[in-house]
């Protein structure tokens, strides 16, 4: 609730940037999931909100499996959410929810999901 009252008073893109890239640092499960909820509410601005996301997917490996899991389960709503704004925001977004993965069964897990969920 601390960072979303501080990025309210944030007065440049640069300290709103850092305060979306904290908020995934939450030692709760909940919390983590709280900030995916907001950043794809479309509260924020599309160019944005992808930032929240990689903060949760960097705050350690369950963080990272809560994003991949998230975006499995949310993938149309965001795609949906973005659709008119340039593509790098899907492969940001993608990136950000699965891209530090290093397993074999992994990458076989994310290459199944993208071949059936094409945008």
């Given at each position: 609730e601390k960072c979303l009252e501080l990025i309210d008073l944030a007065e440049t893109t640069q300290a709103k940037k850092e305060l979306y890239l904290a908020m995934g640092a939450a030692k709760s499960m909940d919390l983590k999931k709280r900030t995916l909820d907001w950043c794809t509410?479309?509260?924020?601005?599309?160019?944005?909100?992808?930032?929240?996301?990689g903060s949760v997917s960097a705050s350690g490996k369950d963080g990272l499996d809560l994003t991949w899991t998230y975006l499995q389960e949310n993938f149309d709503r965001i795609v949906d959410m973005i659709r008119t704004a340039s593509p790098s925001l899907l492969a940001a977004t993608v990136l950000n929810s699965c891209g530090s993965f290093a397993s074999d069964d992994k990458a076989d897990e994310i290459e199944t999901f993208f071949e059936t969920h094409k945008n």
């Open positions: 509410s479309g509260v924020l601005k599309k160019q944005d909100f992808f930032y929240a996301i």
